[in-house]
């Protein structure tokens, strides 16, 4: 996948498509720079699944948990941790193996334990409101 967005309002749509075109998929890994929209794309995202509550980023809390009819969506924010110990201790192959959706910003964090077949999302800010998505399976 290969998308480029003119604005944010063309979001919901990348979002569909990411689901259609990898439908066995639920790994996902979000690489970006700060503030090139990987929150704001999983919200995107989790809205097109239709998750039944508000959406926002696990900084501190490192995963929130969402709801949608589809089951369980898992959201990963690993900015903080400091080595892949941390996952480890969180429990990370109970989420990542359960067959659920995760949605996971700051990927290169625990690099080592990603599960094969996850799809990564590259997502490069052109300007203030264009945004180019990229997406491969690992």
Not at 34 to 41: D, I, L, N, Y
Request: with cysteine; glycine share 4%.
């Amino acid at each position: 996948m290969d998308v480029t967005i003119k604005n944010i309002h063309e979001l919901p749509e990348v979002a569909q498509q990411l689901i259609q075109e990898f439908p066995s998929s639920k790994v996902f890994l979000f690489n970006g720079n700060m503030g090139a929209g990987k929150t704001t794309f999983i919200k995107a995202l989790c809205e097109v699944l239709e998750v039944d509550s508000t959406t926002s980023s696990p900084t501190f809390s490192i995963v929130n948990e969402y709801h949608s009819p589809t089951g369980a969506i898992y959201h990963f924010d690993f900015y903080r941790i400091k080595n892949e110990q941390e996952a480890f201790d969180m429990g990370y192959e109970e989420y990542f193996y359960s067959g659920n959706y995760c949605f996971i910003e700051w990927p290169e964090k625990i690099e080592n334990l990603i599960p094969e077949n996850a799809v990564l999302v590259d997502i490069t800010a052109i300007d203030v409101h264009q945004r180019k998505f990229t997406a491969k399976i690992l």
